[in-house]
């Protein structure tokens, strides 16, 4: 086996590579995460975690950290306050001093580097479509706010679907809940005072936490309301009836992105750093019971 400090020390490479998730409680980011540790590993990369837990100052401290010469590289996904904020100058500073950097799922355009991505628009706006063509008619979004770079272009996609549709875009049926967290009384609010045939949440533990919502208050779930949610995690399986959910392959995304880190970290030359390009993972609809009865 060869010895990795050595060559470490003639290549002046630690092997190593800084990952920086915003949280781990989303099952998206723990996929994405094994599909970049498989793929580094069986290249003889260690992979190094931060969780920013949605914090630009614990993104930057977990950055400043690693950047000390303890990685070669970074692939990392950008934290709520981050995108809140709109500052990326610890990005920039990554990036002028040569370290290769991959951003995955919530990127900034601002910022010249290699990006992973889905079509969040396109998945938002198809996941629409199926509700239209299965005869719903009263369709709501359950989103966060619009500094989420993966919310507003899914909020895009659903408003596209509908206004292409025979029918009327009702402000009133897009709810938008704070940071992640579940608003208790914002969603009694609204499934409340709203009438509601079909629902898109952004990802799927809003859609969980309305599908129990809604039994409560004697619906049914397909017949009365269905349901499609993002990200086919864990959660969307094994709910009852399970979660029909546009499944974004973060495992994938994450081999897809430590592919693109390392091919920047073994290419020598100064001009291989200039060319980015933006990798588009396909989603896909995977049907289960919140849709199909």
Do not use: W
Not at 54 to 77: C, P, R, T, W, Y
Not at 93 to 102: A, H, K
């Amino acid at each position: 086996k060869p010895n990795n400090v050595a060559i470490s020390l003639k290549n002046k490479r630690t092997k190593n590579i800084g990952v920086i998730i915003p949280d781990i409680v989303h099952h998206f980011f723990t996929t994405v995460f094994r599909g970049i540790e498989q793929y580094a590993n069986n290249l003889g990369y260690n992979v190094i975690i931060c969780v920013s837990d949605e914090s630009f100052d614990k993104e930057v401290i977990n950055m400043e950290m690693l950047a000390n010469g303890s990685v070669d590289g970074f692939i990392m996904s950008l934290s709520a306050e981050t995108q809140k904020k709109g500052d990326f100058n610890h990005l920039r500073e990554i990036t002028e001093q040569g370290i290769p950097l991959v951003l995955f799922d919530r990127v900034t355009h601002l910022i010249n580097c290699d990006k992973v991505l889905v079509n969040d628009k396109e998945a938002a706006s198809l996941a629409v479509k199926k509700f239209i063509k299965n005869g719903r008619k009263r369709i709501a979004l359950i989103t966060t706010e619009d500094y989420f770079s993966v919310s507003k272009a899914r909020e895009a996609g659903y408003r596209e679907a509908i206004s292409s549709s025979a029918l009327a875009l009702d402000e009133n049926l897009i709810l938008k809940l704070p940071f992640m967290e579940i608003d208790e009384n914002a969603l009694n609010v609204f499934f409340n005072s709203q009438e509601i045939d079909a629902v898109l949440c952004v990802n799927e533990i809003f859609a969980i936490h309305c599908m129990r919502l809604v039994e409560k208050k004697g619906k049914r779930i397909p017949n009365d309301m269905s349901f499609i949610g993002f990200t086919d995690g864990i959660l969307s399986k094994y709910a009852n009836p399970g979660l029909t959910s546009i499944a974004q392959h973060g495992e994938k995304m994450g081999e897809v992105a430590a592919k693109m880190l390392i091919g920047k970290i073994e290419q020598e030359q100064e001009e291989a750093l200039e060319n980015y390009r933006t990798e588009v993972i396909e989603t896909t609809l995977i049907e289960r019971g919140s849709t199909i009865n």
